[in-house]
Structure formats: structure tokens, C-alpha cells
């Protein structure tokens, strides 16, 4: 923690003591949606790693939604499925991230709330979810050239709510709920083969959990594992495939659910959620070195179920950051609450 709290501050200050603007960074992490008080919304963040600074961007044609699915590829950020406030959605945009304009894409063949969204050469794979009826174990597949929709080999289990991620090309599923009680399963898609595939299980169920890889292994964060209604996980536990092992790590300050979670710069966020009586705005993040977690400031707004992802090399950087760019924008949809 103190190194990077250390490198922080020497990026502030010149060695005579003047301040000078930091440099711009390469990475842009960007949050977008989530849900407070049950209303969904239409709120779009960017995060600064240099300064660990928030800036709110309009959200232009945003319509609001939570518990969706959200993934970068090249330069564009897709929101999947999810809850409106009112009805669960197939329905698909993308904000253009150099232009900070909005398209919708062909919604999926099934609808899916609770849903979990990765990327794989160039594909977009969704997997699970909740069609308002039953929990899924069915998965689709995006094509960008085709614009189209197709469906996969179904899961083995069915689950909303689980933690996605890709670690070497391969999709990796982690709990969930599978409509009565929050489960410790994991499986395994390999998109060459079209087939899943079971691994060693979590050491305990838990659902809206937030999932990452990085340098070969994966990290489970928080979640709800379904005992007490008011109390939140704070645990991390992280798998090696190469071992097949799950092993505990320092947990967070702050129990929640229904976080997003992403790495940055090797240290991983851990970004709004749950509670268990509140949403919170808390980001902390993880020093995969030295185990330790520490304090990265807070979103505008208290939010679960939101989305987070991470865009590379933008041209508009600056004005994404607000560095140089106007004031932020009046939170309409916020204000209506």
C-alpha cells in the first residue's frame, strides 16, 4: 500500500515541490449503470489511476439499467441484458468510447438479468442469467461481423448472479444461484472444443460475487452466500489451475455483493455493491504482492449492480478525465428520485 500510495504522490509533485499535472494513463477504467434504492441507472464513470479520481461522464442515450453484463473490445464498451426497473432485458448498446456515442446492437436470443459477459478472440460470450421465470444455464455468443447472436453448448448447471472470467482463453464460471440456494460450483468453457466442463468447487457458495484473472489465476471477491439476509462476504479466495486449488487471501474492509471488479495497472478494484441494508460507493483495491488491500476513493454515487471494464489507448483521454474538459453534467436521472 505505501508503495503506491508513495508513487502517487511523486507523480504529483516535481523535486523542487512544485505541482504539475500528472500524465495521462493508457488504461481507462470505466463503470457504468448499477442500482440504488432498487431504480436502475443511467450513470457512465471513468476512473483516473494517476490522480485515483472519479470524473462523471453524460450519459447521453443511456437508458438505465442494472444487473447487466459489460464488456470492452477494441475501442467499444457493450452493456448486455439486465434489468430496466421494470422488465428483464435481451437488449444490447455500446458506447463508442473515442466518440462518447451510443448504438444499440442485436439484443440476445434469450433475456438475461443477472447475467455474466466476457471476451474471447474477438468474441463476446454471455453465459446464465434470469429470464424472469427460471435461472439459466443456457450461453450465447456475439459475433461483431456478423452483428448476430448464436447460442453455445449449454452450462452444466444452471446459475444467475456468478462470477465470469476469462484466464487463457478459456471461460471460467464460479457460484451463482441456481434458483434456491447459492452454490459453490465451478465450471469451465473452452470455445475451441464447445464444451464445459467441472473444476474444483469454491470453498463456499456465494453469489453476486466479482471474479478477475490475473498472472494465471483467478480471484473471487465477496458475494452473499444465502445464511443471514443482512450480511455480505468480504472474503477473496483465489484458484491456481495448475494446482487446482482454492486458497484464501486477505478480505476487503468493506462485505459486499454485487461488486464489479477489475484489474488495473496490476492492482485490482473492487468497485460499489451491496451491503446487505445500503448500496456503497467504496472502491478499494488489492496489491496482489504484498496481499493487502487499501482505500482507492469512492464513485459519485451508492451502486450495486453495476458494471465495470477496462479500454485501452483512447485518443479523447483527456476530456474522458475531465483533465481539460467541462464541468461535470447534471445527473438527471438521479434527481428524479
Known sequence: MESVLQSQKQQMTTVDGAMFSPRL???????????NFGFPLNLVEAFDCRTFSWSVICPYDFAPRSYHGMVALNEDIYVIGGFSGHVYLSSCCKLRAASLTWENVTPMNTKRCYVGAVTVKGYIFTVGGYDGVYRLNSAE??????????????????????????????????????????????????????????????PRGRSGLGLAAHNGRLYAVGGFDGVDSAVR??????????????????????????????????????IGGYCGDRTTSAVECYDFDT?????SGQLSHNRSALGACVVSGLSNTADILRRNGPERCALVQLQEY
Not at 494513463?25 to 442500482?35: A, E, M, Y
Not at 461483431?144 to 465470469?164: C, H, K, L, Y
Open 25 to 35: 494513463p493508457r488504461d481507462i477504467l470505466f463503470v457504468i449503470g448499477g442500482s
Open 141 to 202: 455468443r456475439f459475433s461483431t461481423e456478423t452483428n448476430q447472436w448464436s447460442f453455445i453448448s449449454p452450462m452444466n448447471q444452471q446459475r444467475s448472479d456468478a462470477g465470469v472470467a476469462v484466464l487463457e482463453d478459456k471461460v471460467y464460471v464460479c457460484g451463482g444461484f441456481n434458483g434456491m440456494e447459492c452454490i459453490r460450483s465451478v465450471e469451465l468453457y473452452d470455445p475451441n472444443t464447445d464444451c464445459w466442463c467441472a473444476l474444483p468447487s469454491m
Open 233 to 270: 462476504l468480504s472474503v477473496m479466495e483465489s484458484y491456481d489451475p495448475e494446482t487446482c486449488q482454492w486458497t484464501v487471501l486477505e478480505p476487503m474492509f468493506h462485505p459486499r455483493s454485487n461488486l464489479a471488479v477489475e484489474v488495473l495497472e496490476d492492482l485490482l478494484y473492487a
Open 291 to 295: 496481499n493487502t488491500w487499501f482505500e
